[in-house]
């Protein structure tokens, strides 16, 4: 049985107050919930404030670039669908410079869980305006007021079917465990997209706004009701719904891979034989 | 030239089959015994236009296009007035009846008839086929495959269209009979060579195949990628053999997603690789310099066309070796394999899997729509001695071109400590410091040690760091591999007479019009000598520099205006290569080419090579 | 070193309001007649860790950073143990009576008295600025202007802050009377010198803020962005006079889209830039080939930090010169140019912006972490003298330093026309054929002619082809332009003896630290001399190659490992730089670091440089 | 007045019965209708077969890279926003490639008109899947068939508020130069989706697949109404609305910069007086 100190604990770079905390111990026991051991788990983030978190727990981690956590855990998850993959970024990495790798991931149903520090900020580059950023919030780099409407990942991942669609906020520790729980336990494309204040650059989204917003789901939600959640998933400026948004079953993308289903790609060697077999088509 | 090869063009709009006739009459060349060369020419469109694909060939290996074209089959009114000027003495036309033709080399084919209006491309090849003399159960067998595959309920009237046409051509009718067969010879009309019928079965492959094969012989697992021109056939040829050969081939969003993944894949385990042009490449970067900083193997087939920009996206060049060399930010290894041959592109491409693999840093196999698209007789590889990478044993096995680096562990533990402390000291050490800057590397989820990498500077067990003394040890630990890389880099071939009054240097796709130009020089009386780089980088200047400072006059010779490969030497060895032939129309170096630029800047007189 | 400076390090936890303090001294410096050399060094963290903010300050010109440190005011007690093996004889330390502090050259300030628990920044100012006998009434009014703007609610008290901590530096107190002021000099303490009091007025600037001034005063309209340091200061001061100056700067989704927006605005007429670092700008790489192929003027602002990947990204490091030579598919002509000071990243940017724009093609500002952060004193520029580039004129006006190409039309005319025929034949021919390889530019909108641009290749009235003639042209015609970019080229600044034993050769930020090196080598007897490069590409070796040759020993020094300029060098012109001074653990090369290098150098004998 | 003629015709690189034809046609009509001169439109297009469509009228032209028209004409419609800016390109190389910027255009809300030729393959490339492939269908790239699900860029435009979302197909060239004007006269962003039959590489979603789906909105259809749009956004497989989906009057970004109430920024000059008083702030 996996333990919360198995996870460790370690110094961290960010600010005291940070809502990252809450969130990094929110995940070891959402990992402790799902029953990982950490060398099953690979995580996989990008770059920013958030994306420094894989490094203060153990487990395999791969961070790599800006943007592009997507992408690298899609590949490790193909390498090896065995182990259990999650990718841990900002909202700037992963909404932002990552967009694209947002669509594809979701359109792909990739067997990932996405676990989104969602500041509504660029914090490690101090401050400008992130996709999620309050329209009009001004910022160093925004004197005027941000122009564009705040990017809603929420709508998006289920105007798009994405398989599972999740939010939660780092000053309900618990529901955001168990959040992580259910991404990780979903088997398919899961996002919870966690609001997290900034206490550094976001003067506007703090620990209070959320706090006297989110609003949890009732009971009697239906995820699988889409017009329901598309329609939740527009709620926004009075009351911010938590939870399990939306999901769905369709089958993910490692379970359509009929290549895996001889095992790891990773474990595999050359079958001789059918090298011989395929150099015969050139004969 | 005196080389005794035959080249055939088959010209006709986009969409007409040249492509599959093109292949089919390859193929049955091929399993006659022949060579060939085969350049394809197309433009970046789907109908219309001009296509024209080259198939030249002799019974002794050839390695060069030809410009000169001996027989001509025309699919189209346009291909003729385009291509006549280039038929030699005694060459053939063969066109449709219904086509319009002054030409008296022409020969009218009454398609219509012989193909039923529907097994055109048979009945092109049936008539071609006969004309040269080649065998028609060979041929028959051919059609059936293709045909037998894909559109079994074809096969039949197929074979009959075949039967047709090569009755025809045979002679059995009044207008063949006018024409003298190509075989026969005599008559004016050009001999083609005869193949010994003893020659070894080969296989028939392009570069792009050839380098798909080699990637899935070397355990290639996994490749991502999005299709651009000329790179999309090594994907392709991978999705056509991914479930015999157990790999995932997946098509991505973009390039950027591609390089990640692949570079995710390897982190994990799975050998990967992907496969772009410049366009693509350039949007790959930042992944080449991801792969340099985590040490994650990663190979990397780059297939040149025209730029910058979009360029000309079905041609040829070689202009992107400088772009390639320093693709990335910040500091890293790497090696670029440049295939010659298309044997070279399979065995290249093993070598960059096991060179990644070893040096755990990106290796590209560079090449170009020439080379990529130009199908070859290639003898059948001996399987048994082809051995694969076993990632996350941190070390090469067996005879692979890696040799025997420590096993895992070992070095680790020599290595000096500057990982972090907490529960974590005494951890693996994903990057440990090593004599030879190769850390053994381990797999995640394969033993209970956490493998933990970062794009950030990180101290050795993979945690970001930002102590400047610990950045110091990991930039030299990563630029140490650079003299195993070098250490283990394909020197240049050097091929003709010594300190020679003219040395060609070359590199990659060119290596057959540059040998092949070197010989028709030597003929003509001038001693001459070929310096042909298989691999571009690292380099090793004590393997060549010789060569330089004995020859008379060093002509570079590249796909290129700029002289890229003369300008790496340059850096390199401080040698100044005095003159150059460059190509940059889009089209492949021929000797022909060679040899006419080679006049006029003979007539300018000699610039001298050496030191400036 | 016989430079007459001093050096101040500010020192503490991200979050206590170092960089303000530094920037407040540093501007009072400016104003009391000091030139300033500040170095920013700082953690990719927003709180803790440690960072300092260096400023050293002379009444004279100084252009380095100085590794020892005089005045040492720390923020936080890490600070002390970190820094004060750096601190010379006589040297003072800066600490609150509250933190621990063993060290007797302490001076322990009642901060929380001084400062009522508020305004730190101020205290800390206060105290500073008095014991360096800076002016009271220059210092408040630099707090009145700062607070004055915004949060003018505190001016009053901070001007309390400031007279308390003045007065209580000023020897009010039993405990700072034990120490001399070190503007006192004598009695063992560090001499702070004296600025003659008619020093002209002076601007306080950064390298990234000079750039961006640079650029409005160039006439760039539109700058997109996304925010990665150490570039970001560039597009926020450019931000922060957007509307004064009337200019458009987006953050953007990413950086391609960056580098496509800014070449999509510069085609519709409006001079732009983008600015980003190593990472960011791998992602700009087929954009900068696709200005090369539209040629598009376009002005790159390149600030490096160390990489590989994510690297350290507060750091500093010249490791991106090949990289950004060789950014992009294919072949076209570029300019790279390599501030040395602030002026200079002012100026060289002036210069972009005309060169972009005369030469249609991109051109970069390659700068660092160090020279982006480094406040320096600057002369007021001349306003009135300083042109703008005007696009669509195709050439360029008046004095600017582009000079007098032709006017539009005229050689258009003169062009041969490879154009599409059709209603179009005569129209306006975008990328027509000329002597100089430069178009007469349009701007769409501006005249009734349609401006048609593709980044494949295309014809002269810029609609795609796939003419393989036109494309030589074309590859010529883009090609040509490298030569009147030679011409213009800035050729490198030789400064030392005649024919001398030593000489240093350096590129961009390293300038300053190298001049002090080769003075402080002169001193000590050698014959030296500095060839430095403010602009690395495209280079005139007939411009420099006599210095190379007539030197005794050839150092480069570069804030890389492997050597890049040296290699551009020998790449250019078969010299081989024999021995390398290289600096790559993110910090910024000092005269020291160089003169420490070179002792080591020297103890392994001379490696003659040249031709190998 | 504009005419059909002042926009030319030529000669084009396309096959014979393609959709494009259509749609150059009716993007000329559409043109005429919006009484767009030539010289006053900056068409901005991607690489692809739908991409070269702005090589076959006149007008200023900037064919840029793949996936790349958005950002171009960003760029260009902010260096000049009294020009008319007109994307068009293939889906592959707007919603593929260029799916980031997508995102962006519609939170940015740029005065742009998006004619998107959506043929659900890569033409040029030779018949590769595409973003809005049919899942399931094979190709010689997908041989076992689409794995991701087909995107949705009408939905995802409702779901993030774009400022134009229409339809349309070749086969209705009324209706589709309809869709173009309206297009081009919104003042903000306006994605029109094209149902483009490709004749050489999409044999599934051909002309008579369209034509026997594709139906005009009922004249009461309200596009300002999301909830409805949003749902019928999701139409699909049986019967595809074609149409003004959903609209808003959302301020564009132009009319939202305030510095572009000067003018063009391709016809400012440097104001030294303005330049004196910024630099003064370094003294
Ligand atoms: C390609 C690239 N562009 C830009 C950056 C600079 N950068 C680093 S982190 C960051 C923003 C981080 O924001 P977010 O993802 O929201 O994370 P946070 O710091 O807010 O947790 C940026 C722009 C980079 N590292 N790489
Ligand atoms: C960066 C880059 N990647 C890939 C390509 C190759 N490429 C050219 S067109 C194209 C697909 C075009 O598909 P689409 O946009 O749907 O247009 P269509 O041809 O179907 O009209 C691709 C992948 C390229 N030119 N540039
Ligand atoms: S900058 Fe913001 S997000 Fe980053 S650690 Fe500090 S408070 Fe947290
Ligand atoms: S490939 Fe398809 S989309 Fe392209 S022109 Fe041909 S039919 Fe049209
Ligand atoms: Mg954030
Ligand atoms: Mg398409």
């Known amino acids: 049985m996996t333990k919360i100190e198995d996870y460790g604990k370690y110094e961290t770079a960010w600010c005291p107050g940070c809502g990252n905390f809450s969130l990094l111990e929110a995940m070891k026991s959402g990992l402790v919930k799902a029953g990982l051991a950490p060398d099953r788990v690979i995580f996989v983030s990008g770059i920013g404030q958030a994306a420094k978190a894989p490094h203060y727990l153990n487990a395999n981690v791969f961070n790599g670039l800006h943007g592009r956590a997507l992408p690298a855990a899609t590949g490790a998850k193909i390498a090896n669908h065995e182990m259990s993959v999650i990718v841990e970024s900002g909202e700037g990495c992963c909404y932002g410079e990552g967009g694209n790798h947002f669509l594809a991931a979701i359109r792909r149903n990739i067997d990932i869980a996405m676990i989104v520090h969602d500041n509504q900020i660029y914090g490690l580059t101090k401050g400008q305006a992130s996709p999620t950023s309050q329209e009009g919030m001004k910022t160093k780099a925004q004197p005027g007021g941000v122009l564009s409407e705040r990017f809603n990942p929420v709508a998006v991942a289920v105007a798009m079917h994405a398989g599972f669609v999740a939010r939660s906020f780092t000053g309900m520790p618990d529901h955001l465990s168990d959040m992580i729980n259910l991404a990780i336990r979903h088997r398919g494309f899961a996002l919870v997209d966690v609001l997290q204040p900034c206490v550094s650059f976001n003067k506007v989204n703090n620990f209070a706004w959320y706090k006297k917003r989110c609003r949890e789901l009732p009971p009697d939600h239906d995820p699988l009701d889409w017009e329901k959640a598309m329609k939740i998933a527009m709620e926004w400026d009075e009351k911010i719904p938590v939870g399990v948004i939306y999901k769905n079953d369709r089958a993910s993308f490692c379970d359509r891979l009929s290549v895996l289903g001889k095992g790891p790609l990773a474990e595999r060697g050359v079958d001789k034989k059918e090298l011989a077999s395929i150099l015969d088509e050139y004969m | 030239m005196s080389v005794r090869a035959f080249n055939i063009a088959i010209g006709g709009e986009a969409g007409q089959g040249i492509v599959t006739i093109g292949e089919l009459l390859s193929k049955l060349l091929v399993r006659s015994g022949y060579h060939i060369v085969v350049t394809q020419s197309y433009q970046s469109r789907i109908r219309d236009g001009h296509n024209t694909f080259y198939v030249r060939t002799c019974p002794d290996l050839i390695e060069a296009p030809q410009e000169s074209i001996d027989l001509l089959i025309a699919l189209d009114g346009e291909t003729i007035p385009i291509h006549s000027g280039k038929i030699g003495a005694g060459g053939l036309i063969l066109a ?75 002679g059995n009718n009044e207008r063949s009979a006018k024409f003298p067969k190509v075989a026969a010879g005599g008559g004016g009309a050009v001999q083609f060579p005869k193949a010994s019928a003893g020659g070894g079965a080969r296989m028939m492959m392009n570069g792009n195949q050839a380098i798909a094969l080699g990637a899935v012989s070397a355990g290639a697992r996994f490749c991502a990628f ?37 570079v995710g894949a390897s982190y994990a385990g799975a050998p990967s690789m992907v496969a772009t042009s410049g366009g693509g490449f350039a949007l790959m970067v930042e992944g080449v310099s991801l792969a340099g900083m985590t040490e994650t193997p990663l190979v990397l087939v780059v297939a040149q066309r025209p730029g910058p920009a979009t360029g000309l996206p079905t041609r040829t060049e070689q202009a992107d070796l400088g772009f390639v060399l320093h693709a990335g930010h910040g500091e890293f290894p790497r090696a670029i394999l440049t295939p010659g041959t298309v044997e070279e592109c399979f065995h290249l491409t093993r070598r960059a899997f096991f060179l990644a693999e070893e040096f755990q840093t990106p290796v590209f196999v560079l090449t170009d729509q020439y080379l990529a698209d130009s199908f070859r007789a290639v003898e059948p590889f001996d399987i048994g001695s082809l051995d694969f990478v076993r990632p996350g044993s941190g070390y090469a096995h067996g005879g692979g071109p890696t040799g025997g680096a420590a096993p895992p562990g070992g070095e680790a533990a020599a290595g000096a400590t500057a990982g972090r402390s907490g529960p974590e000291s005494g951890a693996y050490l994903r990057h440990a410091l090593t004599e030879n800057g190769i850390s053994p590397r381990l797999i995640p989820g394969m033993s209970a040690n956490l493998v933990v990498t970062d794009s950030d500077e990180h101290t050795e067990d993979g945690h970001l760091t930002e102590d400047l003394e610990v950045r110091i040890l990991m930039v030299e630990k990563r630029l140490k591999k650079s003299e195993g890389l070098i250490k283990k880099s394909v020197p240049p071939e050097y091929a003709g007479d010594d300190a020679p009054e003219i040395l060609l240097v070359s590199w990659g796709s060119s290596r057959g019009p540059v040998m092949e130009a070197a010989r028709a020089l030597r003929e003509n009386g001038k001693t001459t000598a070929v310096l042909h780089f298989s691999q571009v980088w690292p380099m090793a200047p004590e393997a060549f520099i010789k060569y330089l400072d004995k020859a008379g006059r060093v002509v570079s010779v590249e796909g290129n205006a700029t002289g890229q490969l003369a300008a790496l030497i340059a850096r390199e060895t401080g040698f100044m290569i005095g003159d150059r032939i460059s190509r940059y129309d889009g089209r492949p170096l021929t000797p022909e080419y060679i040899l006419r630029k080679f006049d006029s800047l003979a007539g300018k007189g000699s610039s001298p090579g050496g030191k400036e």
Chains 1, 4 share one sequence.
């Open chain 2, 96 to 170: 449709d009846e219904a086509l319009a033709c002054e030409d008296e080399r022409c020969l009218r084919i009454p398609y219509k008839e012989l193909s039923k209006e529907k097994f055109n491309s048979t009945a092109v090849l049936g008539v071609a086929s006969s004309i040269l003399g080649l065998d028609r159960e060979k041929a028959a067998a051919l059609i059936g495959e293709r045909f037998g595959k894909k559109h079994p309920e074809d096969v039949k009237e197929n074979l009959l269209a075949l039967a047709r046409a090569f009755d025809w051509a045979a």
């Open chain 2, 226 to 262: 999005y299709p651009m021109t000329p790179s999309t056939s090594v994907p392709l040829t991978l999705i056509s053999i991914a479930e015999k050969a157990g790999l995932v081939v997946e098509q991505v969003e973009d390039e950027i997603a591609a390089v990640n993944m692949a």
